[in-house]
């Protein structure tokens, strides 16, 4: 068993910046990758970023440049920088860990090969 907690959510206005954290616990040591996924009210979960042990990544159009995916593996934390924030990132964030080697396939899937989620951590951004 795995367990996830995000931290770090917030409401901010539009421009703004927040940093997310998840913090691992349990047997992590089977993982290959860790993600960022996030659902708005009435929409479909979709993925954020991706990152596996040897520090690949893979984001999402809407991500990319606009948010960082790290790690830090002697904490067993996963982050998410998030700047320039809009009106449109305001959603619930989850993090997942799981087996996958596909990086851009879970993101692009919402989730695909993630066996363990975190509760998430709301985000909230205002014009």
């Known amino acids: 068993q795995v367990q996830l907690v995000e931290s770090g959510g917030g409401s901010v206005e539009s421009g703004g910046s927040l940093r997310l954290s998840c913090a691992a616990s349990g047997h992590t040591y089977n993982w290959k990758s860790m993600g960022w996924f996030r659902q708005a009210p009435g929409k479909g979960r979709e993925g954020v970023a991706a990152?596996?042990?040897?520090?690949?990544?893979a984001y999402a159009n809407f991500a990319s440049g606009r948010f960082t995916i790290s790690q830090d593996n002697a904490k067993n934390t996963l982050y998410l920088q998030m700047n320039n924030l809009r009106p449109d990132d305001s959603a619930m964030y989850y993090c997942?860990?799981?087996?996958?080697?596909?990086?851009?396939?879970?993101?692009?899937?919402?989730?695909?090969?993630?066996?363990?989620w975190g509760k998430g951590t709301l985000v909230t951004i205002s014009s």
């Open positions: 990152i596996n042990r040897d520090g690949n990544t």
């Open positions: 997942a860990i799981g087996r996958t080697l596909s990086l851009q396939r879970t993101v692009a899937a919402g989730g695909y090969g993630m066996d363990y």
